[in-house]
């Protein structure tokens, strides 16, 4: 075998391990939160703690309406952390829905070391602790960017009233293969995320909201996960939206206006 083709295999090789041991660093951007910092919000809210686990603890905001409709339960993207994220949350209530927002493990307040089977047990407990005080059908599951796999895991193991993403990918090492594809990402990835499986197993009506022109995760992740059930799976396209900017489009708030008042 020629000299270059082993520097070639031993490159891909290093830059495999070094991949496998940093990947949390480039996936996950938290923002971290001292544990007195305080929240200030000009709408009434909460703040909520899960107990998951000694040394693990799921920091969350509960967003509340007299008389809600019911709860959207919304699992944000790879960065920032609830601090940042809260302003959408009037995206939903002001139609009259109570919101809960969580941070993973190493976002804002939360604690515990992150690892897929671990995140996902997380959320698993935050669902079963909020369909305690909300019926099954006043939830609704709302999953962004890398939320979208969080959310439709969940919905696939549970009976929500709606499952809606928003920039979902079919599976995240589709996303991760694209930008590094002469890794061998089966092998080195920790965060597989299969929506493409879980979303099959999902019960309730899903609505997945995508830009046209997002360059991050591509529209055609959404076309896959439509084709699997097209019956079950509605698609709506933000024409000209991107990854981050889908609440500047009116389509958006009408599409969510649309749902919500249903």
Not at 93 to 107: E, P
Not at 143 to 165: H, V
Not at 184 to 197: K, M
Not at 230 to 258: K, V
Request: net charge positive.
């Amino acid at each position: 075998m020629p000299t270059f083709v082993w520097y070639i295999i031993i490159g891909i090789a290093a830059l495999s391990i070094i991949a496998y041991f940093v990947q949390d660093r480039f996936i996950f951007k938290p923002e971290k939160l001292p544990a007195n910092f305080q929240f200030k919000y000009d709408v009434p809210f909460r703040e909520l703690f899960f107990e998951i686990e000694p040394g693990v603890r799921i920091n969350g905001l509960h967003f509340y309406r007299k008389d809600a409709k019911g709860l959207i339960l919304y699992f944000h993207g790879n960065t920032r952390s609830i601090k940042g994220w809260a302003k959408y949350a009037r995206d939903f209530y002001r139609y009259d829905y109570d919101v809960v927002m969580v941070d993973y493990r190493g976002f804002g307040k939360s604690t515990g070391k992150r690892s897929e089977e671990d995140m996902l047990s997380d959320m698993q407990s935050v669902y079963n602790t909020l369909k305690k005080q909300y019926p099954e059908d006043h939830l609704i599951l709302y999953g962004r960017s890398i939320g979208s796999g969080f959310a439709t895991k969940i919905a696939s193991d549970n009976n929500p009233r709606y499952l809606i993403l928003d920039s979902p990918y079919y599976n995240f090492k589709k996303v991760v293969r694209r930008f590094l594809p002469i890794l061998p990402v089966n092998i080195v990835l920790q965060y597989h995320l299969r929506t493409d499986i879980w979303i099959r197993k999902v019960q309730c009506h899903t609505y997945i909201i995508h830009g046209t022109r997002d360059w991050l995760i591509p529209i055609r992740h959404s076309e896959q996960l439509q084709a699997i059930n097209p019956e079950r799976i509605t698609l709506i396209r933000i024409h000209g939206g991107g990854h981050n900017n889908l609440t500047s489009f009116p389509e958006y708030h009408n599409f969510i206006r649309d749902i919500l008042k249903e």
